[in-house]
């Protein structure tokens, strides 16, 4: 009796902790106008601070919920202004990455600009960049210049980085490339990476060793054609992610652009197929929901789901190109001549 009573009372506790996921139906997104520039990529810091990277060479902050945002302007060579699609933290430091010919990667310190990284190339193209947990380790992943993905590895920080030779690297497949639309195709937790492609195929490129070496999966993600794939992932743990995306040109199909998996990214599976949401180019777990509560947002607007992807409801009109989450209940997005603010 005593021992029903125990396994009685532990259930319950356990029903008691089980995280609840919201009902969210609409949410109101405080807009922020950014003149003549379009924003791809955003770091939070908090609830009340956020740092961009802009399409005009510009790399801007404010630390005050957007009542004043003050920027850096950046030009190589006096004439040459970097598009930043790319923006990374590394716990002291931001770095800003551009794309075309040739990639700038810069370093960003007390409002001073190093370039620490230049390549030149007609096929150039970088698309996203981040760091790993320990904040030494870095990683970018651009379109290809020969048979592989491009891909930079740091391990000082950000003070030196250095292109991994294609014999290190899967051979990827013909027209296969990367998106460069918020940031968010790239994926990291402790030492393990996540690339997600588009184009000609839609795979998963994975590393567990900080990119020292590789592995490629394919996915069932619509794909074949130039703006088809995947064009933004996220991992709630090692195990569990998401991918969304579909094809740039035609945003109103929803034709196998949205997957999920449980085993590290090996395989996908296609969820709400034909249903809701369309086109999109970033999707993020909410922090602290137990990998329930996900959005994904794109130029077709803001979706919700609160069974970790599976179904989905529109949330929103508005248009951005990126999301990230401050904590479960603030956000920073960013779109084309604007940074907004969202408070669940």
């Known amino acids: 009796m005593k021992k029903l009573l125990f396994i009685s009372l532990i259930f319950l506790i356990s029903c008691k902790n089980e995280y609840q996921p919201r009902n969210i139906d609409s949410i109101t997104i405080k807009e922020f106008k950014m003149d003549s520039t379009s924003i791809r990529a955003i770091q939070v810091v908090d609830s009340a601070s956020v740092f961009y990277a802009g399409s005009r060479g510009d790399v801007g902050f404010t630390t005050n919920n957007g009542v004043l945002w003050n920027s850096l302007f950046i030009k190589h060579q006096d004439s040459i202004i970097p598009q930043f699609r790319s923006l990374a933290f590394n716990g002291a430091e931001y770095f800003a990455l551009s794309i075309a010919n040739p990639a700038l990667l810069y370093k960003i310190s007390e409002?001073?600009?190093?370039?620490?990284?230049?390549?030149?190339?007609?096929?150039v193209f970088y698309d996203a960049l981040t760091f790993f947990d320990d904040n030494l380790h870095g990683i970018a992943v651009g379109d290809p210049t020969e048979n592989c993905a491009s891909i930079l590895?740091?391990?000082?920080?950000?003070?030196t980085w250095n292109k991994i030779p294609c014999e290190n690297l899967p051979e990827i497949a013909k027209d296969e490339a990367f998106f460069a639309a918020s940031n968010t195709n790239i994926a990291t937790?402790?030492?393990?990476?996540?690339?997600a492609s588009g184009g000609g195929k839609a795979n998963i490129l994975k590393s567990t060793n900080y990119g020292k070496s590789w592995q490629i999966f394919s996915t069932p993600f619509v794909q074949g054609d130039g703006p088809q794939g995947i064009y933004s992932i996220d991992f709630y743990d090692q195990n569990n992610g998401i991918a969304v995306g579909g094809n740039y040109a035609k945003p109103k199909e929803n034709i196998a652009n949205k997957a999920i998996t449980n085993d590290?990214?090996?395989?996908?599976?296609i969820?709400?197929?034909?249903?809701?949401?369309?086109y999109k180019s970033c999707v993020q777990y909410v922090p602290n929901t137990n990998g329930k509560e996900v959005f994904a947002v794109g130029k077709t607007g803001v979706s919700f789901s609160n069974d970790g992807g599976k179904t989905w409801k529109d949330v929103s009109e508005d248009s951005y190109y990126t999301i990230q989450f401050v904590d479960a209940n603030n956000a920073w997005l960013s779109g084309h001549q604007k940074i907004g603010k969202l408070k669940l």
């Not at 409002?111 to 096929?123: M, P, Q």
């Not at 590290?264 to 599976?269: D, E, L, P, Y």
């Not at 969820?271 to 369309?278: H, K, M, T």
């Open 111 to 123: 409002g001073n600009s190093t370039l620490v990284y230049k390549e030149e190339n007609e096929k």
């Open 189 to 195: 937790i402790g030492s393990t990476v996540w690339i």
């Open 271 to 278: 969820v709400a197929d034909g249903q809701s949401p369309n």
């Open 153 to 159: 590895l740091t391990s000082d920080g950000g003070e």
């Open 264 to 269: 590290g990214g090996k395989t996908w599976t």
